[in-house]
């Protein structure tokens, strides 16, 4: 049992009892982790908005062994998630956004492995969406495709998984989801299940992994481009979690951008 300090995003909360709830943080320094957080629906909390869904905060709590709750001692409110801002259209879309962050980072992350990579895109994808000049297609696109890569399960996108010919600017490729990779035109099968897409999206997709938010974030897509390589995005990850996140059915951008 020891005290420890975090740098933490709320990323899911669940009631306990009459007045306690149980959070799970995605933190810089030990990655994924629940707390139970005593008194924390009681209205004037001891913890305040700090727990609120997406809030960023200090936090310190008793670690202890696993199959045993954590529990949390202190919260510190340091940056509130506030995609919903005057003159913002998108605000609910945001919000929405923001959820199926939390959702991929609890879906896709271990407890007790720590990924500051994986902390600081987050935390650089929520201060996106908080940004009015920042699209939100461009910024779930680079984070699902920058998330893939972190947790070493980032598609191949530069060669097909057959022949390894390199992707040509005007070819159509099949997305093949169970191999993580691409097939051309003259290695696609019937047998292999998978969706087409064109090199163009491919293009896009590999200029959103990795890099700055920010500049992600500036990426004006088209609704046919947004779609089209959002489509093959959510395929790589519902592979990787063995289901389709459940977050996503609020997420129609590419009617907004
Ligand atoms: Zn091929």
């Known amino acids: 049992m020891s005290l420890e300090k975090a740098n933490a995003i709320v990323i899911r909360q669940a009631d306990f009892s009459e007045s306690s709830r149980v959070i799970t943080f995605f933190s810089r320094e030990f990655g994924r982790f629940s707390a139970l957080a005593k008194g924390a629906k009681r209205l004037k909390g001891p913890f305040d908005a700090a727990l609120d869904l997406l809030s960023e905060g200090r936090i310190v709590f008793i670690r202890r062994p696993a199959g045993v709750l954590n529990l949390l001692t202190e919260a510190r409110l340091t940056t509130r998630f506030q995609p919903q801002q005057p003159g913002v259209s998108d605000g609910l879309l945001r919000m929405y956004a923001g959820c199926y962050v939390a959702e991929l980072l609890n879906g896709l992350t271990e407890d007790f ?61 099949v997305h093949w989801v169970s191999q993580g990779g691409l097939l051309c035109q003259d290695c696609r099968k019937e047998e292999y299940s998978g969706t087409s897409v064109s090199a163009g999206a491919v293009e896009i997709l590999r200029r959103l992994t990795g890099g700055t ?6 990426v004006r897509l088209t609704p046919a481009q947004a779609e089209e390589c959002h489509r093959l995005a959510v395929s790589a990850i519902s592979h990787v979690l063995g289901r389709r996140p459940q977050t996503l059915r609020y997420l129609q951008f590419s009617s907004h951008h």
């Open 113 to 173: 492995d720590a990924a500051p990579e994986i902390f600081d895109l987050a935390t650089a994808l929520l201060q996106g969406l908080s940004t009015p000049e920042c699209h939100v297609s461009a910024l779930i696109i680079h984070f699902e495709m920058s998330l893939l890569q972190l947790i070493g399960l980032l598609p191949d996108l530069s060669n097909c998984s057959v022949c390894g010919g390199s992707i040509e600017p005007s070819g159509r490729y």
């Open 213 to 218: 938010t920010d500049l992600a974030g500036r």
